[in-house]
Each structure stands twice: as C-alpha cells, then as structure tokens.
C-alpha cells in the first residue's frame, strides 16, 4: 500500500504533513508532551527496530516563530526527557535543515514544529526519521493510540515507563546543527554570488537569519523584507502565499531575482528580473533542464502533482522531459521518486525535491540551484523560462465545517460537473480536500482567467447553498 493509500484511511491527528491545527483547540501542549513521551520511549526501546537495551534516543528538534512554538517545544523535550530520550535543540530554525541534521549526525528521529504556510495561531509537529524523511504511517498510528490512551494497541501494560535517576534524559542546545547546514548549502554553490541582487522575503517565519547567512556569505547584496519576527506576524501580507510585496521589492529595486518563502521555508517561490512571479512549476521546469543538460535527470522524467499547470506539462513534453502525476503532497512526490528511482519532483506551491542533495522540499536550496543556473548560463530567469507556456489558472480556497460532507454533497458534484462540461477540452476543474487546513482547494483552467474566476465561484456558491462554509 503507497503513502497516498494510507493515509486516505484517515488517521485522526496525522494529515498529509504533520500534526496540525489552532493551538489550544485542535492541538495543545499536553498532546505534544504525549507526543514526546512517546518518542522517546519509542526510539530507546527495540519496537523502533534499531535500539538495544539500555539505549538512550538522540531526538532533534527545530521550531518557526510562531508564538506558541515555545509552549509546543519545551512540552515535546519535556515527554521526551521524562522517557528517557536527549533532546537536542535547533531552536528557530527550518524544516529542511532538521531533515539534514536528522539524517546526516545519525538522530533518531528529528520534530520540527511548525504549521508552515498557515496563519500564526496555527501550529503543528512534523516528525522526520532517521534518513530524513517523513515519518511512516505505522508510526505516527502508534503515537495516536498513546495519545488518546489506547495503550493496549501499544502492547504495554499501564503507562509508558518514567525514566528514573541517571537515565532521565537531557536538554542539549544544538545550534551547531543548523549552521552545518548552512555550511552544507554553502557548500553546494559553486560561484560567488557578489555580483547578483537578490531580494528575499522570509514570511517572518524560520529562514528570517538563515537565508541572510547563506547568501551574505556568498556575497550578494541582499534586499530582506519579511525579516521581522514578532510571533503573530508569520505568513502575514508576505512569504510565499502573498508574493506580491517581494515582486514590488524587485521592480522597484531593479533586482535580478527575488525568492519568497513560507513559514518553515520547505517551499519556494521565484520572481524574474521583471518582477514577474516563478512557481513551482516554473522552478521545476528551469532544474529539469539544468539537470538534464548535466545528465542528472534519471530517465528523464519528473515528477509532479494534480494541481501543476497543464501548459507545464505539454512544455516539458516539447523538450522531451516526461512528467508523472501524483496527488497533492511533497511525501507523495517524494515516495514516487524513490519508487520509481527518479531525480526531481515537486509541487506548483514550491516544494522542490532535489534528491541528490535533499530528502524534503527545500527553498534554500531551490533557490541556490536557481542561482547557479544564472551564474552558470549567465541568463536571467525570464530567458530561463524560455518556453515554459501556462494556461490561465485560479485557485479559490472555501472553508467548510466538513471537507467529506461538502465534497459529497450532490448539489456541489452536479455543479462541479456542469462546469466541467462547460469547460470541455480547453481546461480542467479540479476540487480536493486540504490535508492541512479545514479548506476545499477548487482549482479551473481554462482560455481565460476571466472564465477561471467565474466558474470557480459558481462551485463555492453551491457549496456555501448547501451549508458547508465554515464562517
């Protein structure tokens, strides 16, 4: 059964990416110290299948600057500590740098909370194992049994143990960690960046430092907005889901590229030369080139998700690059590149897997290898994106009291279905269920934006009539 598969069973905390949802309703500190608990006796027991008797865990963990990320972290590192497991700290940091630090100084698992593009009362716990990845289903299944107390399903009698005397664990600041891996995306770059005006929007969230680190010291000049952390500010008018302040930066500044990124900056959005907005459909495009040309691209062939342009896909095929469809969800374009032993994935929001270099989506790291694609070709990304013809597209996000009831209603799938008909072979409508928030994503191509608009609201108007839209 594929990741896909599993997790349409559905499980009750764990979505698509985590753990998510407004603290202190949907998720609060006493879940997440069950969270740490677990973990911690999981990773030093031999049900994780790598540790022997007396074994003490190694657990990471990052976190974004949301404000409720203090509550969150020091109830994971307290469960973690009472179970017996070190818990090293990353403090603000990014998802991508947690993946790395997990798999490349041999941690048992790495946490990083962070509710990524959501709004700052939001929050969630992303687990990674050891090699870097997102966490199996097996797993996270086992960490909501010990939540909600179905501790037979564990095969425990009572409680999880609390370690006792000298086998408590221990709080071990780490911020070492993170700056290896600024030094390994540093590493990754093979020019000087000092002639290169860069403008960076770091959506108040993890990469506010880090991205100024990494390329100050590859030495462009940097134009930072989005830099300015307070807690509550996080996604906020900025990032990757609100690029317009960084296309304005651009314009204005006569920058040559601009990068936005969101809270845990695992996505990445680009902005040519002329203020123009790169999705991830434009960045794959660019990569996969790039790859080929060094003969990187394995078969040939990229992997992407439902939501990508169709445009996207007859451009590849026009260069002679294949493309493989997934559902929504970097750990589904992540497992058909394993799977299928391919070299480049991702999704249009910007999560852009590198598997070469990274296990995850990675902006920073989308946003050197764009870099260096313009050093290398001396080209701006406009002439990168040479060939690269898009259809006009709309997304319209509606909130809904339940995504299944609303998705099934019989109005919304007899609208859904006119407006296909309406639209016939020159576009596509598209309604699916968030796997992060309590949203129905409709999503129609068509020859105009105009047309993509209309026929969009005509879908939200059936189900805001059937009496789904959460207000």
């Known amino acids: 059964m594929t990741a896909e598969e599993k997790v349409k069973l559905k499980n009750k905390y764990f979505g698509t990416d985590g753990f998510r949802g407004e603290v202190n309703i949907d998720l609060n500190s006493e879940q997440a110290f069950r969270v740490g608990r677990f973990l911690g006796w999981y990773y030093s027991s031999s049900l994780s299948g790598t540790a022997e008797s007396g074994y003490r865990a190694r657990i990471v963990i990052g976190k974004d600057t949301r404000r409720s990320s203090y509550t969150l972290e020091y109830a994971i590192a307290a469960g973690l500590t009472a179970s017996g497991a070190d818990a090293y700290m990353l403090h603000v940091t990014t998802t991508p740098s947690v993946s790395y630090v997990t798999q490349s100084e041999g941690f048992d698992c790495g946490i990083m909370i962070t509710a990524s593009h959501n709004p700052y009362y939001d929050n969630g ?11 199996d289903d097996r797993t996270t299944a086992l ?59 770091s959506a108040n969230g993890a990469s506010w430092s880090i991205a100024s680190a990494l390329f100050g010291a590859l030495g462009a000049k940097i134009y930072h907005i989005g830099n300015d952390p307070d807690g509550t500010n996080i996604n906020r008018s900025c990032g990757s889901t609100n690029i317009e302040r960084l296309c304005e930066l651009v314009r204005r500044e006569h920058l040559d590229v601009g990068f936005a990124f969101d809270g845990d900056a695992d996505r990445c ?31 040939d062939t990229v992997v992407a998700t439902v939501m990508s342009n169709s445009g996207f896909f007859r451009s590849l095929e026009n260069i002679g690059i294949d493309c493989v469809q997934t559902t929504v969800g970097d750990r589904f374009v992540y497992e058909r590149m394993q799977n299928d032993e391919l070299s480049l994935g991702g999704e249009q929001s910007g999560h852009i897997i590198i598997k070469k270099y ?87 191509e068509c020859e105009s934006i105009e047309d993509c608009h209309k026929y969009a609201e005509r879908v939200a108007e059936s189900i805001r009539e059937g009496g789904h839209e959460l207000e």
């Not at 716990?125 to 966490?135: C, H, T």
């Not at 030369?273 to 078969?299: C, F, H, P, S, T």
């Not at 109005?411 to 309604?431: A, D, M, P, S, Y």
């Open 143 to 201: 960490i909501e049994a010990y939540i909600d107390g179905e501790l037979g399903r564990l095969g425990i009698d009572g409680d999880i143990p609390l370690a006792k005397k000298d086998k408590i664990g221990r709080i071990v600041d780490h911020v070492a960690g993170r700056n290896r891996y600024v030094a390994y995306l540093i590493s990754l770059a093979s020019h000087s960046y000092k002639h290169l005006r860069i403008g960076i929007d």
């Open 358 to 444: 990274a296990t995850t989506g990675d902006g920073l790291l989308s946003a050197i290898m764009l870099c260096e694609e313009i050093c290398d070709t001396k080209r701006p990304l406009s002439a990168l994106c040479e060939g690269l013809t898009l259809y006009p597209q709309y997304v319209k996000n509606i909130r809904v009291l339940d995504q299944n009831d609303a998705i099934e209603d019989v109005r919304v799938r007899e609208t859904c279905e006119r407006v296909r008909e309406e639209i016939g072979e020159q576009g596509r409508l598209l309604l699916r269920k968030s796997g992060t928030e309590p949203l129905l994503r409709i999503m129609v």
């Open 125 to 135: 716990i992303k687990i990674i194992n050891r090699f870097g990845e997102k966490l």
């Open 269 to 299: 959005i680009a902005v040519d030369e002329k203020g123009r907005v790169v999705d991830g459909d434009g960045i794959l495009y660019v990569l996969a080139k790039r790859l080929r040309a060094r003969g990187m691209l394995e078969n």
